[in-house]
C-alpha cells in the first residue's frame, strides 16, 4: 500500500504522543499564569497581544478550559480587548481541533463509531450555524470534545465556526470581566454575568423552540456534547 494509506494514522499517534508530553511536562501550566503573563505578554503591545492568542489558541487545542483563558485575556489587557483576544484565541483553538479531526480523524473514524458520527451531521444539518450556537450557548458539553466530533462528521466548515463564535462570547465576557479586576463593584459584575447568561438562555430557548417541532432536544443534544 502507499504512504498515504497510513499517514492519518501516523499524524494521529504522533499528534497523541506530543499532547501527552506536552501534559505530563507541565508546560501549560507554566504558560497558564499569571507570573507568565506579567512576564511576556502584559505591556508588550502587539508581540504580547499575538503571543497571547497563539498560546491562548494552542492550549485550549489540547483541551485546556476555555474560561482559563478568558480570565488570564481580561488580566493581561482589560475587559474591552482581553475579551476580543480571548474570543479570537478561542477560536483559534476551535478551528484547529476541528481541521484536525477532518483530515487526520475522519478517516480513521471505525464502523463502530459512524452511527454516533451521523447523529452529530442529523443534528446540526437542518441548520448548522444555529444548531452550533445553540450547543455554544448549553451550559454543558466539552469544548474539545465538540469541535472534535463536528470536524469527523460532514458538517460545513463555515457556519460550525461562526456558530461557535458568536456562541462563545457571552462566556467569554463574563470571565474576562473577572479576570479584568474592573473596578465596577461586586453586585454589578453580578448583575452583568446574570444578563449574559439571560440573554445567552434566552437565545438558546429560541432556537430550541424552532429546532424541536416534536423532538427531544435534550437527548439529541446529550449525544452531541
Known amino acids: 500500500m502507499k504512504f ?97 479531526g477532518r483530515f487526520v480523524g475522519r478517516p480513521l473514524v471505525s464502523e463502530r463509531l459512524r452511527a454516533r458520527v451521523q447523529r452529530i451531521e442529523e443534528f446540526l444539518a437542518a441548520n448548522p450555524f444555529s444548531m452550533t450556537l445553540l450547543i455554544r450557548l448549553l451550559p454543558v458539553g466539552n469544548n474539545f470534545a465538540t469541535c472534535l466530533a463536528a470536524g469527523v462528521s460532514r458538517v460545513p466548515a463555515r457556519p460550525f465556526l461562526l456558530g461557535s463564535l458568536l456562541g462563545y462570547l457571552p462566556q467569554t465576557f463574563v470571565f474576562t470581566l473577572a479576570g479584568s479586576g474592573v473596578e465596577v463593584g461586586g453586585g454589578l459584575r453580578v448583575a452583568f454575568a446574570v444578563l449574559f447568561f439571560v440573554v445567552s438562555g434566552a437565545i438558546g430557548i429560541w432556537l430550541y423552540r424552532r429546532y424541536r417541532h416534536g423532538k427531544s432536544l435534550g437527548d439529541d443534544v446529550e449525544k452531541v456534547i
Open 4 to 100: 498515504k494509506t497510513y499517514l492519518p494514522g501516523l499524524v494521529f499517534l504522533v499528534t497523541l504522543v506530543a499532547v501527552g508530553y506536552v501534559i505530563e511536562s507541565g508546560l501549560m501550566t507554566g504558560l497558564l499564569s499569571e507570573d507568565w503573563i506579567d512576564r511576556e505578554v502584559r505591556g508588550k503591545g502587539i508581540p504580547g497581544e499575538l503571543l497571547f492568542v497563539a498560546v491562548g489558541g494552542l492550549v485550549m487545542a489540547v483541551a485546556v478550559p476555555r474560561h482559563i483563558v478568558s480570565f488570564l485575556g481580561g488580566y493581561a489587557f482589560g475587559l474591552g480587548l482581553g475579551t476580543a483576544l480571548a474570543l479570537v484565541a478561542t477560536e483559534v483553538a476551535c478551528a484547529l481541533v476541528f481541521f484536525y
